[in-house]
T-cell receptor, first 114, second 113 residues
């Protein structure tokens, strides 16, 4: 069964703090793909990153970094030196081979205050 | 250029009415989707279409009927609207294959009174 758990419902930080959003997934497949999306207050869904199950290298993109660990079935997302514009709901999602769909976690709302 | 567009952006209607939401993508993708986001922000797949063919129907009530006239368009028709249908409906598209990220439209906020 496919399942994505984002245990943190809401996180509040002050600008310039680092913050990590947790994502734990369940799958029986050996080939699968993980994604992060951002939903700012304006409501659109913005793709951030994709990772396949065979690539456990961490990735950094500017202030964003992702830590993928198959051993713990986790794909965590860290924002370094957070900014007010990072305030949004962040979704982790999973897709498995043969299933043309994304299974989303429940999202983590990040509030960054000045 | 808007990649995935939806109309209308807002839809307010009464219980029992029938309504449609339209979606178009200009990305040349073969696969299109409908997702529903409820009031708690939970996002769930409803339908997936590949080259105009339905490939996923995620136990959605029969009152929801998607239609894909061509691979750039995927419309959603809802009959006999119920209060519980109130949600934001997102259309998305991607190339065929679970590897690819999906590109989402701006969403349609449906309110049933």
């Amino acid at each position: 069964a496919q399942k994505v758990t984002q245990a943190q419902t809401e996180i509040s930080v002050v600008e310039k703090e680092d913050v990590t959003l947790d994502c734990v997934y369940e799958t029986r497949d050996t080939t699968y793909y993980l994604f992060w999306y951002k939903q700012p207050p304006s409501g659109e869904l913005v793709f951030l990153i994709r990772r396949n199950s065979f690539d456990e290298q961490n990735e950094i993109s500017g202030r964003y970094s992702w830590n993928f660990q198959k051993s713990t079935s986790s794909f965590n997302f860290t924002i370094t030196a957070s900014q007010v514009v990072d305030s949004a709901v962040y979704f982790c999602a999973l897709s498995e081979t043969g299933f043309q769909k994304l299974v989303f976690g429940t999202g983590t709302r990040l509030l960054v205050s000045p | 250029d808007t990649a995935v567009s939806q109309t209308p952006k807002y839809l307010v209607t009464q219980m029992g009415n029938d309504k449609s939401i339209k979606c178009e993508q200009n990305l040349g993708h073969d696969t299109m989707y409908w997702y529903k986001q409820d009031s708690k922000k939970f996002l769930k797949i409803m339908f997936s279409y590949n080259n105009k063919e339905l490939i996923i129907n995620e136990t959605v009530p029969n009152r929801f009927s998607p239609k894909s006239p061509d691979k750039a368009h995927l419309n959603l028709h809802i009959n006999s609207l119920e209060l519980g249908d109130s949600a934001v409906y997102f259309c998305a598209s991607s190339p065929t294959g679970t590897y690819y990220e999906q590109y989402f439209g701006p969403g349609t906020r449906l309110t049933v009174t």
